[in-house]
């Protein structure tokens, strides 16, 4: 847990290090995902790595966090209650947001997955 | 009631709203028992456990007085746990490296598209609406996860907590519609159902895929990464087009 929860956040912290010096409108977040994703593809090559990086201990703090994402919503979400003057000020618009853009996103990008993939159809599983 | 009596618990309320321990238990209590329910009834999508969270911890923050401030100085150990659990996507996505890479055209033609469209129907509706400037700012990164809808909206003059909100609603929004809209449009694919609901409700929406298979999570945590990147790009370029 400790190890897992370690290298996690030293992903974020390279990546909050690396948007702060680019200047780029990367979310730090997004960054260490992407050099996670790195570290887990060259894990198993890297024998010389300590064994407890390359146990599945990291995996399991990984799973954890993913499993639990939805409960880390919770106190943003709360900040309802200090904005109620100007969303109620808004109701109409803001409602439309919320529900009419959201189903309109769904619906385009499940369309459009579904339409190139017929175009683009996967190539064979037998082939990896 | 007798005098000294209240002032003990005025004093102890006192003593126990200013620190964090209160507001940990009384989030992760609600949570656990918001999730319990939820799973009493198979997991319905109108039992969304964030949504009946938030509301939940709402009324008691009003009924007792509290500013948010200090539920959020509390619950911010949570909060901040939001970055961590978006790196850890990398381990769906590794564990799903082959599947994803099968089905890398219509990613990126889906994340293209999807990205491009949600941001674009909220300009359309912010304009029918003619809401303020401040909203309409705040709503453009509102299909990202928080952790990036927040920096985006700080960094293009927006308000990052009105953000947070419309973020979280969203995603709730998002997670309780997915499945009934995507059973009427008819779309069988699991990986474009999931694919659309984490591009649309982010973290809400893919919590709420992983509870109706691995394939969906998978596809909609691939969605929600890929569209923070996106939307990290494009709502600043949409921030500058209303502004000039």
Known sequence: ?128 | MTGPGLNAMDGLWAHLSGGALLWLTLTLGVYAIADRLSLLVQRNPLANPVLHSVWVIGVILVASGTPYQTYFDGAYFIHFLLGPSTVALALPLYENRRVVMRSLVPIVAALLVGSIATIGSVIVCAAVFDLPAMITISSLPKSATSGVAMGISQSVGGDASLTAILVVATGIVGAVMATPLLNLLRIEDRRARGFAVGLAAHGVGTARAFQVHPLTGTFAGVAMSLNGLMTAVLVPLAASFLGG
């Not at chain 1, 618009?93 to 683009?120: C, H, M, Q, Y």
Request: some cysteine; proline content about 6%.
């Open chain 1, 1 to 128: 847990m400790i190890v897992g929860l370690a290298v996690v956040l030293l992903c974020q912290l390279i990546g909050e290090i690396f948007a702060y010096l680019t200047h780029l409108p990367v979310p730090a977040p997004v960054v260490g995902l992407v050099l996670l994703f790195g570290f887990f593809l060259m894990r198993d090559r890297w024998q010389w790595l300590p064994f407890s990086l390359r146990s599945e201990e990291i995996d399991k703090t990984c799973e954890t966090l993913v499993q639990q994402m939805a409960l880390l919503f919770v106190p943003a979400g709360v900040g309802i209650v200090q904005r109620l003057g100007i969303l109620e000020a808004n109701v109409l618009g803001v409602l439309t947001i919320i529900l009419v853009t959201t189903a309109f996103s769904i619906t385009v990008t499940a369309f459009t997955f579904r339409f190139v993939s017929r175009w683009f159809p996967a190539p064979p599983e037998h082939q990896e």
